[in-house]
């Protein structure tokens, strides 16, 4: 027998979660897409009754993102600058109308290679908030998302929440995508760069992702060390796409793998130069 339920209260929820197998619904905007016309054959549990799980909320060392919080209530709420790649994506997501249905936590729990929040999450070192009876665990973004669609989260468990360390906040993030057109687009690569200037004019740190290029969204942890001390200008210069190797995009419809490695660098380069118009040097 297939089943919907709507529990009011998180406990209700978990202890749910324990008893069968459900499939989670928050905003619906890639579940019901990906059913399409097909007779439903699984049972839901609806969170959107669950209060506390709504909302962006500051903590000692930690902002919270809760698993009903949507791409709109992001944009609306003021955050530290590191956010700003986070809210940049917000804005491209679908449209306005998904924008207000759609959950940051969805986008990360669907994981789809071309998921926008990803990369702008994981430049931000994010971690990800498991519940379930048995209690609560923490997991890195990174280590979350295994593969196209596939998540380490356990059939009983419910992600509550998106954390993100308070550490680095301050400097400046971008977030660049490139789709056949501006909206309604899935991406055919993303960036999301975070970086800080020091007062000499060279990068003093730096995080960087790349999206839509491989199964997961992945951190080029070794072109961050190699433009850290830079300029601006030299890091530009000096990125060639050897160093976006560790990517493995594939082809399909919407581009050629050569195109989405190219596209790739070049918005690299271009997020970089954004740069030179904030004005944050330490
Ligand atoms: C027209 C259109 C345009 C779109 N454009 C974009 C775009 O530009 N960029 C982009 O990245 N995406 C886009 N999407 C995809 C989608 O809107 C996003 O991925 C969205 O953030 C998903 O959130 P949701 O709340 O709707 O997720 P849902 O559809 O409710 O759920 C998605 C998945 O996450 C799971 N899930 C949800 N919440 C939890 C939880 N708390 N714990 C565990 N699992 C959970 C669900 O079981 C499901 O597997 C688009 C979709 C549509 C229909």
Excluded at 30 to 40: A, M, N, Q, V
Excluded at 189 to 202: H, K, P
Aim: charged share 25%; net charge positive.
């Amino acid at each position: 027998m297939r089943m919907y339920v709507r529990p009011k209260n998180f406990d209700e929820a978990i202890a749910l979660m324990s008893q069968d197998t459900w499939r989670i619904l928050a905003g619906g905007t890639d579940i019901y897409p990906s059913i399409g016309e097909r007779h439903i054959n699984a049972s839901f549990i609806d969170l959107a009754d669950i209060c506390n799980l709504k909302g962006i909320t500051e903590h000692d060392s930690f902002w919270k993102i809760g698993a009903l919080t949507t791409w709109t209530e992001l944009i609306k709420t003021k955050l530290p600058p590191g956010f700003n790649a986070l809210k940049q994506a917000a804005i491209e997501i679908g449209s306005i109308q998904i924008q207000n249905r759609a959950t940051i936590v969805g986008n990360i729990c669907n994981a789809s290679p071309a998921a926008d929040g990803v990369p702008a999450l994981m430049i931000l070192n994010a971690s990800v908030e498991l519940a379930s009876v048995n209690g609560i665990r923490d997991v890195a973004l990174k280590d979350f998302i295994i593969g196209n669609r596939e998540t380490v989260r356990k059939q009983d468990e419910i992600v509550s929440s998106i954390k993100v360390p308070k550490t680095d906040l301050e400097s400046f993030s971008v977030f660049r995508k490139l789709g056949i057109r501006k909206y309604l687009v899935i991406s055919m690569t993303m960036i999301a760069l975070r970086m800080s200037i020091g007062r000499n004019g060279t990068i003093k740190r730096t995080a960087l992702a790349v999206g839509a290029c491989s199964a997961v969204a992945k951190r080029l942890f070794e072109l961050e060390k190699l433009i850290t001390g830079k300029t601006i200008r030299e890091a530009i210069k000096f990125i060639d796409e050897v160093h976006l190797d560790i990517l493995t995009p594939i082809t399909d419809l919407r581009a050629p793998a050569a195109y989405r490695k190219t596209a790739s660098k070049i918005l690299i380069q271009r997020s970089i130069a954004s740069f030179e118009n904030i004005d944050e040097a330490e």
